[in-house]
């Protein structure tokens, strides 16, 4: 006679000899050692394909023109210690100021992008709100059609946003899948919580600020997050509305240093510090800028790490 043995690895069939499994899909099963080998060995693979790069840039960046000359480029193994290039492009002129516009950028359109976000995903999870569904639909109409780059540039130049640092955050400021995934949280909010209080006689503000916001810190962070590198990286609006040189986004001025091979422009001469008579190299100084421009979001990114998985999962997956 056939009896059913469950244990921690799922339910077994014993009995007359014989033990079989109970079908079960292919994922549910605990993984052999081929696959955790071969699992174990592609992320390592991604991991050196990622950190390989990145090493290189950093040892270049603090290399003398000695040692790039005679790596005949990029460094990889460290040979002394050279901050000149940090000390050039910190020293003033258009790295300097690129980083203060980006950084500025970077705050306001976060700040911008969050609140409108919000705003906008809890007045369309509330399904009673007025023509909730004609302004849900032009929303998502955004994922399949886009006005092209004509349109939006003239849209720019027509509200006066040319040449202007509102012109790198205005016409991203809202991003329809981040509006979809808080929404989404939301839509989940028991309704309970909302209706007492209602009752309570809290407005749709005071149910926003003190109910959603608190319960929804995952996700918003994880948003911000998104905004944040995504408003960093940005150069394309800087090529597009952008003429004055002193406005330019440290990933513009990145942009014209290593693919249209324009040279540094630093003010300063000589870093005047004890030992270092000669300028930089300028590949130093082009790698110097590179870890510039990386370095903050992986500052930023560990203290977002432990809410990102609950963030991006939250309203994707139900059940």
């Known amino acids: 006679m056939t009896t059913l043995a469950r244990g921690n690895r799922g339910t077994r069939y014993r009995g007359s000899g014989r ?18 080998l071969g699992k174990g060995l592609l992320l390592t693979l991604v991991v050196l394909a990622v950190l390989v790069p990145m090493w290189s840039v950093m040892v270049t960046s603090l290399s003398s023109r000695r040692t790039i000359n005679e790596a005949g480029g990029m460094v990889f193994v460290p040979r002394g210690l050279d901050v000149s ?18 950084t500025l950028v970077t705050v306001a359109g976060t700040a911008v992008s969050v609140t409108l ?12 709100s007025v023509a909730h569904r004609p302004l849900l639909f032009l929303f998502l109409l955004t994922f399949l059609i886009f006005p092209g780059l004509v349109p939006s540039y003239l849209v720019v130049s ?24 808080v929404r989404a949280f ?46 960093w990286n940005a150069y394309f609006n800087a090529v597009l509305y952008i003429d004055d040189n002193d406005k330019f986004p440290i990933q513009r001025v990145l942009q014209g240093y290593i693919l249209a091979g324009q040279s540094p422009h630093v003010t300063g001469g000589t870093p005047n510090l004890p030992g270092i008579t000669a300028y930089p ?9 590179v870890v510039v421009t990386v370095v903050p979001a992986l500052l930023v990114y560990p203290f977002v790490q432990r809410h990102f998985t609950k963030g991006v999962l939250t309203g994707a997956v139900k059940g």
């Not at 079989?20 to 549910?28: I, N, S, Y």
């Not at 976000?117 to 009673?128: E, F, H, M, Q």
């Not at 509102?166 to 509006?179: K, Q, T, Y």
């Not at 190299?281 to 800028?289: F, N, Q, Y």
């Open 117 to 128: 976000t919000v705003l906008a995903a809890y007045g369309l999870s509330r399904r009673d």
């Open 19 to 36: 033990r079989g499994r109970q079908d079960r899909p292919a994922w549910v099963e605990p993984p052999t050692v081929p696959g955790r």
């Open 281 to 289: 190299p300028s590949l130093a100084i082009k790698m110097a800028v």
């Open 186 to 231: 939301f839509m989940n909010v028991p309704a309970e919580l909302v209706d007492s209080a209602r009752i309570d006689g809290a407005g749709e503000l005071r149910i926003l600020t003190r109910i959603m916001l608190p319960l929804s810190r995952a996700v918003v962070a994880v948003v911000a997050l998104f905004y944040a590198v995504g408003y």
């Open 158 to 181: 027509g509200l006066g946003l040319k040449d202007s640092l509102w012109s790198l955050v205005l016409p991203g400021a809202v991003n329809v899948f981040n509006l979809v995934v």
């Open 85 to 102: 290039a940090y000390v050039t492009i910190f020293s003033g002129g258009q790295v300097t100021r690129a980083v203060w516009v980006s």
